[in-house]
């Protein structure tokens, strides 16, 4: 099986602080990771590397068998990274429809016509058709997260990195963002989940990683990982 | 009668000045980028018509037509290798590169064109006229306002049913996200520059038809097109053709009391714009 991504001794400090520490992992084409760590482990940090918005003091990034440690963010995205924020971040000025429209052309360096088709579907998907022509400022969270997922989506990710899509949701609305991301998965896309609403992630990912302090403290199968001395004691914070 | 003369003859002049606030506010509205040298853009741009009619002998229109894509071209280079550099979440460094670039211009300009006053000739249109019954009105202010309305609504256009347009809006939003989509937010910048840099040749066209102009008159044209963008609401394009009409009129009748009072009563309906409503008359609803 060949690997979408994989990260080599990478490291990354912010001044005296070491937020990422000779992290290494590699993610299969069509698994589901899932990463894990309490508050400050350096995911958020983690994916910005991915996406190139932060680049690594040292180490080295590879996608799809391309060196991509040095290459700027768009050339990602049109190489097939796309990202979610765990705050949603849409163009709060343009409508959810213009909003995908801009991520699929400019994602994918086509024109609006040839995208168009795709990111109807995209909406309909997400259940957002009914809020096509909405300014995506007046959203709701849930819509706004699903907007995240949807543009996400739109630049035809081959990679897909999602950032705590289901944090602030209610169950009813997590059960129906979780089904969402399931969909998706089984289409083959590869997914990088960060997430501290444990039910909804384990439902999901194949493969659990646990950050701590920068370094990753545990990788492997989701129930042996949660059944871990090390993990519970530093991610729970708790001896049970 | 002569009121309503003055009226008219007012709004017709604030097309002038929606013309030089239309690229400023393209500008800032994109990137928040307060472009001092702009009223100079305006007076270089006067100089390259006056340039082209010269020496191809063509007449003003046609000259602009030529020089449009050369001013595209200079605003796209000025933004990709200098503005570009300086823009970031410190407001001061656009502002002390667009204010050098402003006095380069000026000095630059005087060293080429000397400090004569210049004037872009087109014979018989310059003074013709039109006959509306109530009023008589210019042909030339009338093409001017024409114009403006022309690339207010053209500039509408883009921003809501073009793919540049959302991508200037996307950028505007948020450059930093724009990129995580496969934005460009650099080139995108250029291109937004590049396009205000074409605005600012057909407001030099019109600056130069209707008035004299030398080296030294770009930082009063600023400081109409700032009054003008700021009237009509950060961000609203009708609302600077509304903020450039406001100015004109005030000017009008401020000059029909007497002469001396039409710059300052411009001034003044500015003043009183300010106090009573701080943020313009059509504030972007999302800011």
């Known amino acids: 099986m060949t690997n979408v991504l994989t990260l080599t001794n990478v490291s990354k400090s912010f001044g005296a602080l070491k937020v990422t520490d000779e992290v290494s992992f590699a993610v299969p084409k069509g698994q589901a990771l899932g990463i894990i760590g309490p508050n400050g482990a350096g995911k958020s940090t983690l994916f910005n590397l991915i996406t190139g918005n932060f680049l690594p003091d040292t180490g080295s990034i590879t996608l799809l068998g391309r060196d991509v440690t040095r290459s700027p963010a768009m050339d990602r995205v049109r190489m097939g990274v796309g990202r979610s924020f765990q705050i949603p971040q849409p163009f709060e000025g343009l409508t959810v429809f213009e909003n995908l429209l801009t991520a699929a052309a400019y994602g994918q360096g086509k024109r609006e016509v040839e995208v168009q088709d795709t990111c109807v579907s995209i909406l309909g998907d997400t259940e957002l058709l009914s809020k096509a022509n909405t300014l995506a400022g007046s959203l709701s969270l849930l819509d706004r997260k699903r907007l995240e997922l949807a543009r996400a989506m739109a630049t035809g990710p081959k990679l897909l990195l999602l950032d705590e899509i289901a944090g602030g949701l209610t169950e009813g609305e997590c059960l129906a963002l979780v089904a969402t991301i399931k969909a998706l998965h089984a289409q083959g896309i590869t997914i990088i989940w960060i997430e501290h609403v444990l039910h909804a992630l384990t439902s999901v990912v194949e493969r659990l990683l646990v950050l701590d302090f920068g370094r990753i403290i545990g990788v492997g199968d989701p129930d042996a990982i949660m059944a871990s001395k090390e993990v519970r004691e530093i991610y729970l914070g708790m001896e049970v | ?287």
């Open chain 2, 1 to 287: 009668m002569i009121w309503i003369d003055v009226l008219v003859q007012g709004i017709l002049l604030g097309g002038l000045y929606a013309l030089f606030a239309a690229g400023l506010s393209l500008v800032f509205g994109i990137m928040r980028l307060v472009n001092l040298a702009h009223g100079d853009l305006i007076v270089f741009a006067a100089f390259a018509i006056l340039l082209i009619t010269g020496t191809l002998g063509l007449n003003p229109f046609l000259a602009a037509l030529l020089a449009a894509p050369l001013m595209f071209a200079a605003g796209w280079t000025l933004q990709r290798f200098v503005l570009n550099r300086v823009l970031g979440k410190d407001i001061l460094p656009p502002l002390l590169v667009t204010f050098g670039l402003s006095v380069a211009l000026q000095n630059g300009m005087l060293e080429i064109f000397s400090a004569d006053s210049q004037r872009l000739s087109v014979g018989r249109l310059e003074s013709a006229s039109i006959d509306l019954g109530v009023v008589t009105v210019g042909t030339l202010p009338l093409l001017t306002f024409a114009s403006a309305v022309g690339v207010i609504f053209v500039l509408n256009r883009i921003f809501y049913t073009t793919a540049l347009g959302r991508a200037f809006r996307a950028v505007s939003d948020d450059p930093t996200t724009a990129s995580l989509m496969g934005l460009n937010p650099k080139s995108i910048f250029a291109i937004a520059t590049g396009l205000a840099m074409v605005i600012v040749t057909l407001a030099a066209l019109y600056l130069g038809m209707r008035s004299n102009f030398d080296p030294s008159i770009g930082p009063a044209r600023l400081l109409y097109a700032f009054q003008a963008v700021i009237i009509g609401g950060l961000g609203s394009l009708w609302g600077t053709l509304a903020g450039g009409a406001i100015i004109g009129v005030a000017q009008t009748f401020g000059a029909q009391i007497n002469p001396e009072w039409q710059i300052l009563a411009g001034h003044i309906a500015f003043l009183v714009v300010l106090l009573i409503r701080p943020r313009g008359l059509f504030p972007r609803a999302v800011d």
